[in-house]
Structures are given as C-alpha cells and as structure tokens.
C-alpha cells in the first residue's frame, strides 16, 4: 500500500537521520522533497503546501535546530501532522438508532455493493448485530442480484422489490421489513452512476430526506486520486454525509485520495476495503495509517 510514497518519503527524511547537524538548508531541502513526494502521490497541491508549511512552523517552533536528535523529531513532526491530515482519531458509526439506518453512497463501481455487505457481515460477527440488506438500484437488475448474493454468502437477508421503481419507497419498505424481522441495522444499497450527475444526486437526496439515516457514507474507489476527491465533494454538498469509505486500497494506489479528502470535506474516513472478499474491510485508523506510510 502506497510503496512509492513509502519510498519517497523515506528518502526525503533519510538524509536528516543521523545527521549530526542539522542547518535550515537541509530541513529546507527535506520539506521540499516532502513536498514532491505527495504531489507524485496525487495530493492536492494546495494540501500539500499546507501540509509542508505546518511541518515547518512546527519544526521551528519546537527549536528542531537545536534538540539533540533532531532528524527523529522531524520524523516524528512529520508523522504527525499525516495522522492530522488523515483524520487524527478513529471514528465510529452510530449504532444507536433501532433499527439504525446506513445509507450508502457513491458512482457506480466504487464499491458500494461490495461494501455493503462486507460490513453487514462486520456488524453480524463483531458487533453482534442483525443487519438486513436493502436493495435501491431500480436501474439495474444484475446490482438487485449481486446484493443477493453477497447476502448468501454472508447469511445475512437482502430486501428487494423488482416491481417497484421507485427507491424511496423501496427503502421505506425495507426499513419496515427489518422491523418486522427484528434486525436492528439496515444497510441501504443505492445506485451510481459512472460520474456525478444531476438525476443521481437527486435520488440520493430524496431517499436521504425521506429516511434519515443515522449514517450516510460516501464509498470513493481510492484508485481514481484527485477524481476521488472531487467525487466526494459532489456528494458532500448535497448530502452532508458522516464519513467515508474508501475502497481498492489493495490495489497499486498511489495515496492521495486517503491523504487528502479528509481535509477537502472535513469528514472522516471511517473504513477502508483491502480486496473482494467479504473479510476484507478495516477500520480506519489515520496514525497506523501514517506508521504504513512512514515505515
Ligand atoms: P458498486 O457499483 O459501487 O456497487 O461497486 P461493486 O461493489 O459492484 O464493486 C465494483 C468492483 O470492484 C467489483 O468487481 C468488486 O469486486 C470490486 N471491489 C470492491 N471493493 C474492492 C476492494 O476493496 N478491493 C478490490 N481489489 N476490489 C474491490
């Protein structure tokens, strides 16, 4: 995950490790290299001159210069203000509602359906709770299908009307049945599009309205960067959603979707997906995050 950042960085800070004296010029040169090693990653450049900046003022303000190890507090310095820019604590889902409603959001292809069910299957086995499965993509049947079957495969019950057009009521009826079946969290699956588009954003508003979720995530596949960001913005202004998911981290990503949406939306990332399985989902945590990208 992230090995050429991993590797850049590395680099970056190699040459302030176990200098014995550490000048302005070379702090200079590393945050400059810093830098450069989260643009190749796809952060923001305005993220990441913020980020290089705060390293600085830091830096500075704790006298690096002069303090006996000053390569490892930089190190430390930079560490931390990656685990801030991540998110600095983990968050939680609310779980309190009875049922508690999960809406989830994203373009098609993220990873919603997917996701949906690795944490139904999460909350089944970790949390101990009953969750049902809520299908709302009118426009494609094969999504009703593959929600159906990730259910079987996880032994929790999937709640579809193909019928039915509309997925507000869809999702009315799914709550109801989760009631009646006693399930005590409702995951609702929505549909995508491959890119933000008004009619999208407007289904999604409208079953947000009409349901209110305890949680709304926005799933963002991590392999699309800067577009990932984008993408998030999109859905966070009409949704105001709690926290994001973000998906394919297994794959050859090159990092700046997780370091930079967080700062672009203000909301936390709450899971990651590490692969197709239904075991494969973590939850976030921005400074063991941080430890992977610093080694
Ligand atoms: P949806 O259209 O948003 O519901 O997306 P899907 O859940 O159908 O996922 C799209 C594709 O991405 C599928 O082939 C999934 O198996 C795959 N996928 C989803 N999450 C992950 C992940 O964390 N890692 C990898 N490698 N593939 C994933």
């Given at each position: 995950?992230?090995?050429n950042?991993?590797?850049?960085l590395?680099?970056a800070?190699?040459?302030?490790?176990?200098?014995?004296?550490i000048?302005?010029?070379?702090v200079?040169?590393?945050?400059?290299?810093?830098?450069r090693a989260?643009?190749?990653?796809?952060?923001?450049f305005?993220?990441?001159k913020?980020?290089t900046?705060?390293v600085?003022?830091?830096a500075l303000?704790?006298?690096?210069?002069?303090t006996l190890?000053?390569?490892?507090?930089?190190?430390?310095?930079?560490?931390?203000?990656?685990?801030?820019?991540m998110g600095?604590?983990?968050e939680?889902?609310d779980?309190?509602?009875?049922?508690?409603?999960?809406?989830m959001?994203?373009?098609?292809?993220?990873?919603k359906?997917?996701f949906?069910?690795?944490?139904?299957?999460?909350l089944?086995?970790?949390?101990?709770?009953?969750?049902?499965?809520?299908?709302?993509?009118?426009?494609?049947?094969?999504a009703?299908?593959q929600?159906?079957?990730?259910?079987?495969q996880?032994?929790?019950?999937?709640y579809?009307?193909r019928?039915?057009?509309?997925?507000?009521?869809?999702?009315?009826?799914?709550?109801?049945?989760?009631?009646?079946?006693?399930?005590n969290?409702?995951?609702i699956d929505?549909a995508g599009?491959?890119?933000?588009d008004?009619?999208?954003?407007n289904e999604?508003a409208?079953?947000h309205?009409?349901?209110?979720?305890?949680e709304?995530l926005?799933v963002?596949?991590?392999?699309?960067?800067?577009?990932?960001?984008?993408?998030?913005?999109?859905?966070n202004?009409?949704?105001?959603?709690d926290?994001?998911?973000l998906?394919?981290?297994?794959g050859?990503t090159?990092?700046?979707a997780?370091?930079?949406?967080?700062?672009v939306?203000?909301?936390?990332i709450k899971?990651?997906?590490?692969?197709e399985?239904?075991?494969?989902?973590?939850v976030?945590?921005?400074?063991?995050m941080?430890?992977?990208i610093l080694?």
């Amino acid at each position: 995950m992230f090995d050429n950042l991993s590797e850049k960085l590395d680099k970056a800070l190699h040459s302030l490790k176990g200098h014995g004296q550490i000048t302005e010029i070379n702090v200079a040169e590393t945050l400059k290299e810093v830098r450069r090693a989260l643009l190749d990653a796809d952060v923001n450049f305005k993220i990441a001159k913020e980020f290089t900046n705060k390293v600085k003022d830091k830096a500075l303000g704790q006298n690096v210069l002069t303090t006996l190890q000053p390569g490892q507090l930089m190190v430390k310095i930079v560490k931390d203000e990656l685990t801030e820019l991540m998110g600095g604590e983990t968050e939680g889902i609310d779980l309190s509602g009875n049922p508690s409603v999960i809406l989830m959001s994203g373009l098609q292809g993220s990873g919603k359906t997917t996701f949906s069910g690795k944490l139904a299957n999460f909350l089944k086995n970790k949390k101990s709770k009953k969750p049902l499965l809520v299908a709302c993509d009118v426009y494609r049947p094969a999504a009703i299908d593959q929600l159906h079957v990730v259910g079987e495969q996880i032994g929790v019950e999937v709640y579809s009307d193909r019928e039915n057009n509309d997925p507000v009521a869809i999702a009315k009826a799914g709550i109801k049945h989760a009631k009646s079946l006693g399930c005590n969290v409702v995951i609702i699956d929505t549909a995508g599009r491959l890119a933000v588009d008004e009619q999208m954003m407007n289904e999604i508003a409208n079953i947000h309205k009409a349901i209110e979720p305890q949680e709304t995530l926005f799933v963002v596949d991590a392999m699309t960067g800067q577009d990932a960001v984008n993408t998030a913005k999109a859905f966070n202004d009409v949704l105001n959603f709690d926290g994001v998911i973000l998906t394919k981290l297994d794959g050859d990503t090159r990092g700046g979707a997780a370091i930079s949406i967080k700062s672009v939306v203000n909301k936390p990332i709450k899971f990651i997906g590490t692969g197709e399985k239904m075991e494969a989902i973590d939850v976030f945590h921005p400074s063991r995050m941080a430890d992977r990208i610093l080694g």
